[in-house]
């Protein structure tokens, strides 16, 4: 089945840096990915679409300037989060949607925490 | 706001038995995914059924999905330790596909 591989699945930095979370689509094309994020003992909230070629569209409440999205190529959707402070602490989960089916499939998510 | 909410939100049962989760959504989809999260980890894809589908299987999995009443359910038959996790029935919407969650069931397999 169709893989979407994502990178770091965890990562510790300090209060202040910016921390880069790659997806990629290892054996389908995906015009669009998505990026979501999960406090504890919740459910995934959507925080931005991401399309190939274009600006992401933001959720209500996601600060483009503090989640930069990037979808530089069919296969690759960085997220970095700029200035992390530990509120930003979280897990985030990336889909990709495969363009010839349109059906959606996840990364493994990377746990993040700041310092 | 969630597109699915999941019932129940918590369950607890004895290995062998079986569990039933159930999830409501509220627009059309063309498709439903149920998905297994183990605490603190990444996201599992059990399973995918189609809006033309009303029940798929897969190992010990059977999905029922009914459209008229937006409605789909998640069996888990026999049930291991193994099982115990949340699970989340996801839906795409929007013209990108756009999935969101539901709230998730948090199952607990006693052994």
């Known amino acids: 089945g169709a893989v979407v591989s994502q990178h770091p699945s965890r990562v510790i930095c300090k209060s202040g840096t910016s921390v880069k979370i790659e997806c990629r689509s290892l054996d389908f094309q995906a015009t669009t990915m998505f990026w979501y994020r999960q406090f504890p003992k919740q459910s995934l909230m959507l925080m931005a679409t991401s399309n190939e070629g274009s600006k992401a569209t933001y959720e209500q409440g996601v600060e483009k300037d503090k989640f930069l999205i990037n979808h530089a190529s069919l296969t690759l959707s960085t997220l970095t989060v700029t200035s992390a402070h530990p509120e930003d602490s979280s897990f985030y989960i990336c889909?990709?949607?495969?363009?010839?089916?349109?059906?959606?499939?996840f990364g493994q998510g990377t746990r993040l925490t700041v310092v | 706001s969630q597109q699915g909410e999941e019932d129940p939100q918590a369950l607890s049962i004895q290995e062998g038995e079986n569990a039933t989760m159930n999830c409501s959504y509220k627009t059309s989809i063309n498709n439903l995914q149920w998905y297994r999260q183990n605490s603190g980890r990444g996201l599992v894809h059990l399973i995918l059924?189609?809006?033309?589908?009303r029940e798929k299987h897969s190992g010990r999995l059977r999905v029922t999905l009914d459209t008229s009443k937006k409605s789909s359910s998640l069996l888990i038959t026999a049930s291991r330790a193994a099982d115990t996790a949340s699970y989340f029935c996801?839906?795409?919407?929007?013209?990108?596909?756009?999935?969101?969650f539901g709230t998730g069931t948090k199952l607990q397999v006693i052994p």
């Open positions: 059924i189609r809006s033309n589908e």
């Open positions: 996801a839906t795409p919407s929007g013209g990108y596909q756009k999935v969101t």
């Open positions: 889909s990709a949607i495969n363009r010839a089916s349109t059906e959606a499939f």
